[in-house]
């Protein structure tokens, strides 16, 4: 389920297609003081990301709340589960290794203590086209 302000924030937030800096402050501080609480939440937000453009502060902001339902949020704390690490890594990659869904993949790496292969199959993947990409230009 999702909070009835947090739909409200992605529905205005999409028809105006840009996060600013005061959106993300409002989001942090008002909307989801107490982080994401459900997978449609997490998936609503990383879709947003996709369609719009956004402030700088946007990325961290997404990064942290991501990071702290996928790994304090779900038990046992810490821990990335294949079930949580591969829903995630799907994700990440709809539009491809975008830096916002890197900088959350390597995130979770940082800070759980145990992280399944899927989601580090996804940085491996993100890494080699960042690669080619590069040889291609």
């Known amino acids: 389920m999702m909070k009835d302000q947090l739909r409200d924030f ?28 459900s997978r449609i939440e997490v998936e609503s937000l990383l879709a947003l990301d996709r369609i719009v453009d956004a402030a700088e502060s946007w990325g961290t902001a997404l990064t942290k709340l991501v990071v702290d339902f996928v790994v304090w949020g779900r038990a046992p704390h810490g821990v990335v589960s294949n079930d949580d690490a591969f829903w995630l890594a799907t994700l990440l990659e709809i539009s491809g290794p975008s830096p916002n869904a890197m900088s959350i993949a390597y995130a979770i790496l940082d800070e759980a203590g145990y992280v399944d292969v ?14 080619l990409s590069q040889i291609a230009a």
């Not at 899927?118 to 690669?131: E, H």
Request: proline content about 0%; overall charge negative; hydrophobic content about 40%.
């Open 10 to 37: 992605i529905d205005r937030v999409s028809e105006a297609k840009h996060v600013s800096d005061d959106d993300v402050t409002m989001l942090q501080g008002e909307i989801l003081q107490g982080g994401l609480t």
């Open 118 to 131: 899927a989601l580090l199959d996804f940085i491996m993947r993100g890494r080699q086209q960042a690669r």
